[in-house]
């Protein structure tokens, strides 16, 4: 009787014991680097708790692939080298899937649209796009520009108006600032960014949209992906999985309507 | 990880565009600093509380506070107070180059103020008592006597600080500045090459402080050219 109590107590906690280092080691842990200032992509709110649609995204995906997540906080214009030095596991901070960044690293499936746009003065004297949205030159001189270092924003405006005079700012929140405070003419960014953060706010009065929504597969990419070192496909493989699941379930909607009053990313996207 | 010499060859004349920059801000701010820290070191040194009072709170504020945080209030928070926006002042705060000028002129006046002040304190106090037994007034005494030997014992020191605040310059990218320390960021973000750029960075620097060192060194020589043998 005693013997068969003990024996049963030691199946049970061999059992428990078993259980526990398996569970364990099945739970792989996952750094996810994001810039942690970018509202209302990833941001803390007022008790420091870190939140935002890529946050979501980032804690749906660990949720269906079975990780934890833990959280670096990284300057925009360090996320590669840092990801490339082992800092972290994954970028989940709104970057854009671009030709020039897949040479360096790989990228999921995208999760939500790239796309940018012009914020300026409500009455600038010259339009600074003609009819058919394409920028006039001329118009730009004399116009600071303020951007953020390392941006698709900044890839763009090398490229098609190598002669604007750019301001490179570290982060997002300056670029505001020094709109407002005049250092800038315009700035370019993301206008869901845009509007919740400046337009609709009472600060942003007297500013508004100057530009198209500007979109080039070739400058801005094919959306915003999460980014991971190259050469681990199983790990890509099981992220275009859970996005395509969070695409399929509605969940990217659901995180979407959130923060805007629309969805932010295609539903193709979550086909075959 | 491999170190790519191609991409330090397309490099380093990228960061040499932002050298003029970079020597600019250094040289203002030195000048303009040295001017501020006669002033400072006069004040302090006056014997009147008055003078001597803010002078030390100035240095006290200014050696006490990094100097990145200085630049941080210059540039992003006098613009938030109305009355400068609307201030005669506002063009110098409106552009970051006389943003980086004033933290950095600020910043060095403090430090080089207290070296001074300890090459005058250094002045042997014989040599006054003879001037003043020649009937040389104070003002005479000072120029004279105490300022050329001020200068020589402070020289060593001065030179610490001139070549300190070459690399405090490099500050002056957080708030927008295309300097060399900027050129070489923006270079990091597109290349994703941070070893490499920031390396080539570290010893244009490098060169650029012998040549300081060097140069400083020349002038100690020559203005202690009585000592040597």
Known sequence: MKFTTLRKLTIGLTAVLTFGTAFGASAETLRVGMECTYAPFNYRTADGELTGYDVDVAKGVAEIIGADLEYVCQQWDGMIP?????????????MSI?????????????YRDSVGRLVGKSNMEKPLFDAADKPIPENFTGLRIGLERASTYESWFNAILPDADIVLYDGSEPLYLDLVNGRVDAIMTNPMKAHLRFLAKEEGSGFEFVSPAIAEVEYFGT???IG????????????????????NDGKLTEYALKYFPFPIHNEEWGDN | MS??????IDAVPKILLGIGLTFQ?????????????IGIMLMRISGKWYLSWPAQIYIYIFRGTPILVQIFIVYYGFPQLEFIRESFIWPLFRDPFGCAIVAL?????????????????GVDRGILEAGTALGLSVRQRFIHLTSPIAIRLALPAYGNDVISLLKSTALASTITLA?????????????????EIFISLAIIYMILTWILQKSLGRVERHLGRYMQK
């Open chain 1, 82 to 94: 840092a990801l490339l030095a082992n800092k972290f596991d994954l970028i989940v901070a709104s």
């Open chain 1, 98 to 110: 671009t030709n020039s960044r897949l040479e360096k690293i790989d990228f999921s499936s995208p």
């Open chain 1, 223 to 225: 959306g915003v992906g």
């Open chain 1, 228 to 247: 991971l070192r190259q050469g681990q496909s199983e790990l890509k493989a099981s992220l275009d999985g859970a996005i395509k699941k969070l695409i």
């Open chain 2, 3 to 8: 170190f790519d010499f191609t991409l330090i």
């Open chain 2, 25 to 37: 801000l250094l040289v203002v701010s030195a000048v303009l600093g040295l001017v501020l820290a």
């Open chain 2, 105 to 121: 002129t600020l910043n060095t006046g403090a430090y080089v103020s207290e070296i001074l002040r300890g090459g005058v304190m």
């Open chain 2, 179 to 195: 300097d060399m320390t900027g050129i070489a960021r923006t270079i990091v973000a597109q290349t994703f090459a941070p070893y």
